[in-house]
């Protein structure tokens, strides 16, 4: 048999060419979309779920590419490209915008929303209005309605478990890259270190820091667990991801295609709500399974020693009372 340039396309590329060049052709509009988490977080799954049903529905004329696990760059890569036309979509939690966006930040408020029926009254009511608004005016970008769900988030360490505030006294913390998140560590006496989610993992490894924070479903799906032996839960703060466009590149798309883009999107965030809080309800079990050490935690200590360290009034001040009463209204009074 002799092997020339047909019969290898005849084998080999036949399936693989003719649907590339089929797609290329065909779409008249690339979205891509980029986050920070694994391909096995719900994030994902709904992302590609979502993806196949957008260039479905728009016949082919969108071809939406999910980028998944910072392939294109960590967050703060991503917020400082935003004009450059590499990505028209991202998630980004509301607190790492807040070095772009400050008052998006408000709703990271430490110990703020009790449950999730609160968290979704609040972000899909007249708080998450509110910093959608901020968003459209002070930046690029713009923010779907449906914001997707991070979770709540837990405590971590190589070391020792965190049962109290004195435990994170001089402790060696990741953050994720925002004012907000290195003033809270700040006023648990902790050493706040920002390192890009991209980096954590050989972060703690290395034991460049001791600690991180983040819901079981991160620490799950990105296998933190197997460079950290305890986890305390401290459901110190709720947070989620908003859905982020390039207004330049979403206004580039015809009416009727933002509208399929925008509606998809938005019934995919619901969905990956439930995934998400079904996936964290089951983790505890299943990392002590894999040698987690779990503690809980008394939120109101915590909270006390945010408060007498002044981090309450501090951002009271920074969101101004209008922002503030508009959480308060969803939280009851918070200090
Ligand atoms: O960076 C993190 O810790 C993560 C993945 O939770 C966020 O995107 C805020």
Same mark, same amino acid.
């Given at each position: %048999?002799t092997?020339?340039?047909?019969t290898?396309?005849?084998s080999? =590329?036949a399936?693989?060419?003719p649907?590339?060049?089929?797609?290329?052709?065909?779409?008249?509009?690339?979205?891509?979309?980029?986050?920070?988490?694994?391909?096995?977080?719900p %994030?994902?799954?709904?992302?590609?779920?979502?993806?196949?049903k957008?260039?479905?529905?728009?016949?082919?004329?969108? &071809?939406?590419?999910?980028?998944?696990? =910072?392939?294109? =760059?960590?967050?703060? &890569?991503?917020?400082?490209?935003?004009?450059?036309?590499?990505?028209?979509?991202?998630?980004? *939690?509301p607190?790492?915008?807040?070095?772009?966006?400050?008052?998006?930040?408000?709703?990271?408020?430490?110990?703020?929303?009790? &449950?999730?029926?609160?968290?979704?009254?609040?972000?899909?009511?007249?708080?998450?209005?509110?910093?959608?608004k901020?968003?459209?005016g002070?930046?690029?970008?713009?923010?779907?309605?449906?914001?997707?769900?991070?979770?709540?988030?837990?405590?971590?360490? *190589?070391?020792?478990?965190?049962?109290?505030?004195?435990?994170?006294?001089? %402790?060696?913390?990741?953050?994720?890259?925002?004012?907000?998140?290195?003033?809270?560590?700040?006023?648990?006496?902790a050493?706040?270190?920002?390192?890009?989610?991209?980096?954590?993992?050989?972060?703690?490894?290395?034991?460049?820091?001791?600690?991180q924070?983040?819901?079981?479903?991160?620490?799950?799906?990105a296998?933190?667990?197997?460079?950290?032996?305890y986890?305390?839960?401290?459901?110190?703060?709720?947070?989620?991801?908003w859905?982020l466009?390039?207004?330049?590149?979403f206004?580039?798309?015809?009416?009727?295609?933002?509208?399929?883009?925008?509606?998809?999107?938005?019934?995919?965030?619901?969905?990956?709500r439930?995934?998400v809080?079904?996936?964290?309800?089951?983790?505890?079990?299943?990392l002590?399974?894999?040698?987690?050490?779990?503690?809980t935690?008394d939120?109101?200590?915590f909270?006390?020693?945010?408060r007498?360290?002044g981090?309450?009034?501090?951002?009271?001040?920074?969101?101004? &009372?209008?922002?503030?009463?508009?959480?308060?209204?969803?939280?009851?009074?918070?200090?």
């Amino acid at each position: %048999m002799t092997l020339n340039r047909r019969t290898l396309l005849a084998s080999a =590329g036949a399936l693989a060419v003719p649907t590339a060049v089929f797609a290329q052709a065909k779409a008249e509009f690339t979205l891509k979309y980029a986050n920070n988490l694994p391909l096995t977080h719900p %994030m994902n799954q709904r992302a590609n779920e979502m993806a196949a049903k957008i260039n479905a529905e728009s016949k082919g004329r969108i &071809d939406f590419k999910v980028f998944p696990n =910072g392939q294109l =760059g960590t967050d703060t &890569d991503m917020l400082s490209q935003i004009r450059s036309g590499a990505i028209e979509f991202f998630t980004l *939690s509301p607190l790492i915008l807040g070095t772009l966006v400050p008052s998006a930040q408000i709703s990271g408020v430490g110990f703020a929303f009790k &449950d999730y029926n609160q968290v979704w009254a609040a972000m899909d009511g007249d708080l998450g209005a509110h910093v959608r608004k901020e968003i459209a005016g002070k930046s690029a970008m713009f923010a779907f309605e449906k914001i997707w769900d991070n979770g709540y988030r837990q405590m971590t360490s *190589s070391s020792a478990a965190i049962t109290k505030p004195d435990d994170l006294k001089g %402790m060696k913390m990741r953050v994720p890259p925002s004012p907000f998140w290195v003033s809270m560590f700040k006023a648990f006496e902790a050493s706040p270190a920002t390192i890009n989610f991209a980096e954590v993992y050989t972060a703690l490894q290395t034991k460049v820091v001791d600690g991180q924070e983040n819901p079981l479903a991160i620490i799950a799906t990105a296998k933190l667990n197997e460079v950290q032996k305890y986890c305390s839960l401290t459901n110190h703060m709720w947070d989620g991801f908003w859905f982020l466009g390039i207004k330049k590149a979403f206004e580039r798309l015809p009416a009727d295609l933002q509208e399929i883009v925008t509606r998809k999107v938005n019934a995919a965030g619901l969905l990956q709500r439930d995934d998400v809080r079904k996936l964290n309800d089951g983790l505890v079990a299943d990392l002590k399974a894999k040698g987690m050490l779990f503690n809980t935690t008394d939120a109101e200590v915590f909270r006390a020693k945010l408060r007498s360290a002044g981090f309450y009034a501090e951002w009271h001040k920074k969101f101004g &009372d209008e922002a503030w009463a508009l959480l308060e209204k969803y939280t009851g009074k918070l200090v």
